[in-house]
């Protein structure tokens, strides 16, 4: 059988054992096997467990915060390699110092970081918020929370380096950085197993993805492994994107479903949706991210070997279809995102929402986009393959992080019992890291459009209009590191600053009317600042307002 | 009565806000600084300035690409990071 066919139909038999796990247990073994899960998570750590208090929501904030900080340094990696791209020399002082970064190593510093640092750890510790609030339990252990974000970030900190240097000493960084990777990423799946063991009520969609996009990673990878998949150059694509299309869209849409109702009060609109995009997250393939599996390459070092692509008969039809059918979960996921934000009322604005729905609209576009691409690389053609780099950043820049980092935003007052510093802080940060996001990578996109065109002419000589595309665009893209800044900051101040959510509560109640008496001609202004909401009915009365009146009843 | 000298009584008191108007003063602080910068050049023409001219030199060469502009931009902002945790968390 050809690989993808293979690769899939163990993916969706791992997947299915799970869920049956999950659901029924270990047989006899299940107590056992928890009481020793719990003792493996705190106890077996010995003095290590002292070292954090483990108070509730620590966890997710110890993960979230984390996440927030690895934004900057994600985008000043991705800024500098777009910056590198136009001068090539612009760091050629730090080789003094034994550092010679390329273009090339920069932007791949910056992605493992903004996928690995900021995303997946904003999935992460949002889900150890969500998956204990969804099935009515606590998280189970929220000292091995917060202490395994700590290795999640040393881990990172190796990608970083690894993707400088993949080899030091003979040793391959990006290996240990994935080997430490996976240890944290297990104590965080038992972690929320032993949650939903103990849950009190059923798991809601959002939880389940969550769960799944957890456990697709490292049934994807050792699926690759066991069937030999990742010595293949379309066994390495394909583990790319079930890794793309479980933890990264499965984990991102389980977060921002559940922020989107949330966050604005509304009820999940679709049920059907949103098991549309759980079931077609896993049983298609994403088309977003690279048009080659060089990051598992490089991540599993030794066991992975650089091969190109080569379909077997069948797979090149399996491939198209399967990503087409990708479109489904995609669209339900965008439609139920945009009518919960919206609700039946007013959309709603605050922290977070704003970068929500910018991820939302962007999806749709950014997949047609990344589709066509990838069919162009598979099928050989190779004729869109310039493209793949900028449509990669859009990926990661327009539709993961904002969808995360809104989701963990909107999720902050809830997780960490403050408010943020300043709405208005917050809503510099977004403008500033959509704005340079948005423009910084469509330029880029403009400039390599018309490096193809130059190449399909078969024009030798540069253009000037290329290099100061790429100048501008590589400026404009600071603005995601200002907005990163500020972001941060933000969360920082308002963890120790910000107003306590009880506070906000006890005051908007003691104003709060349900019903207003319209007696006589008003301004809406009037109305609101006599404690009315968007929500408060109001009553047109017959009376009079004039001294002496008697009251009409 | 206390026989050291010093009065009891007396205290030093520090507020804990930052009054808004206060960065009008190192604004006016900067403009003067850069106002006898450009001073200094109109009344010694052709001199250079102090310590300043002959530590610029030995950068040449090294900061020589617009990047630095904004990679001084970020270490700004790593710094106020760094800088905020440390603040909050060790204010009162």
């Known amino acids: 059988m050809d690989t993808v066919l293979t690769m899939m139909l163990l993916f969706w038999a791992g997947l299915f054992a799970a869920y049956l796990l999950i659901q029924r247990g270990l047989w006899i073994f299940t107590d056992v096997a928890k009481s020793m899960s719990l003792f493996m998570l705190e106890k077996a750590l010995g003095p290590g467990a002292d070292l954090v208090e483990g108070r509730a929501g ?36 730090l080789s003094s110092w034994g550092y010679s970064p390329s273009a090339a190593s920069l932007i791949s510093a910056g992605e493992y970081t903004a996928l690995y640092g900021s995303v997946s750890m904003f999935i992460i510790g949002a889900g150890l918020h969500i998956i204990p609030k969804l099935v009515g339990t606590k998280l189970a252990s929220e000292k091995n929370g917060v202490l395994s974000s700590f290795l999640w970030t040393f881990s990172v900190l190796f990608l970083i380096i690894g993707a400088h240097a993949p080899i ?97 009060g509304n009820a999940l609109w679709s049920k059907v949706l949103a098991g549309v995009t759980l079931v077609g997250g896993l049983m298609t393939i994403n088309p977003l991210g690279a048009t080659d599996g060089s990051m598992v390459t490089d991540m599993l070092g030794p ?9 077997g008969a069948t797979d090149g039809v399996t491939v198209a279809f399967l990503m087409a059918l990708s479109f489904l979960p995609m669209i339900a996921f965008a439609g139920n995102m945009m009518i919960t934000m919206r609700g039946n009322d007013a959309s709603v604005e605050g922290a977070g929402i704003v970068e929500m729905n ?40 327009l539709v993961l992080v904002p969808l995360t980092l809104g989701a963990s935003l909107s999720l902050y007052p809830a997780i960490t019992g403050r408010n943020l510093l300043s709405q208005n802080r917050a809503r510099w940060g977004f403008w500033m890291l959509a704005g340079g996001a948005l423009f910084g990578i469509s330029i880029t996109m403009i400039a390599d459009f018309i490096d193809m065109a130059l190449i399909s002419a078969t024009v030798e000589d540069p253009v000037s209009l290329v290099e100061e595309l790429r100048k501008v665009g590589s400026v404009m893209f600071y603005g995601v590191v200002i907005g990163a800044v500020i972001h941060s900051l933000n969360m920082i101040s308002g963890l120790f600053r910000g107003v306590l959510v009880e506070t906000i509560a006890a005051n908007s109640s003691s104003i709060k009317s349900d019903s207003y008496s319209l007696t006589s001609a008003t301004s809406v202004r009037r109305i609101l600042a006599s404690g009315a909401g968007l929500d408060t009915e109001v009553v047109p009365v017959s009376q009079s307002d004039e001294k002496g009146n008697a009251t009409k009843l | 009565m206390s026989n050291s000298g010093i009065d009891s009584t007396e205290k030093f008191l520090q507020g804990e806000q930052e009054p808004a108007a206060s960065w009008v003063f190192l604004a006016l602080g900067v403009v003067a600084t850069f106002s006898f910068l450009v001073m200094f050049s109109l009344l010694y023409p052709g001199q250079e ?44």
């Open chain 1, 303 to 311: 066991l992975a070997d650089s091969a190109t692509i080569e379909l």
């Open chain 1, 58 to 93: 620590s966890g997710a904030k110890a993960w979230i915060i984390q996440g927030t900080i690895w934004l900057l340094a994600a985008a000043t990696f991705t800024f500098e390699g777009l910056w590198l791209t136009h001068d090539p020399n612009a760091l050629h002082s």
């Open chain 2, 49 to 92: 300035l102090p310590v300043i001219s002959s530590v610029l030199p030995i950068f040449s060469g090294i900061f020589d690409s617009g990047i630095w502009f904004f990679i001084l931009g970020v270490m700004v902002g790593a710094f106020s990071i760094i800088g905020t945790l440390l603040l909050e968390a060790t204010s009162e």
């Open chain 1, 358 to 397: 910018l991820g939302t609209w962007l999806v749709i576009p950014i997949t047609i986009g990344a589709l066509f691409v990838q069919t162009d690389v598979v099928a050989g053609t190779g004729e869109l393959a310039g493209l793949s780099n900028a449509l990669s950043l859009m990926a990661v820049w």
């Open chain 1, 168 to 264: 030091i000493l003979t040793i391959p960084v990006l290996m240990i950085g994935t080997i430490v990777q996976i240890l944290a990423l297990t104590s965080v799946i038992v972690n929320q197993l032993l949650t939903i063991s103990a849950r009190t009520a059923t798991i809601a969609l959002p939880a389940w993805m969550l769960v799944f996009g957890l456990l697709g990673e490292p049934i994807a990878v050792t699926l690759s492994i066991l069937t030999g998949a990742v010595t293949t150059g379309i066994g390495q694509w394909m583990t790319y994107h079930l890794i793309g299309g479980s933890f990264f869209f499965l984990g991102t849409s389980g977060i921002a479903l559940y922020a989107a109702s949330a966050s604005t």
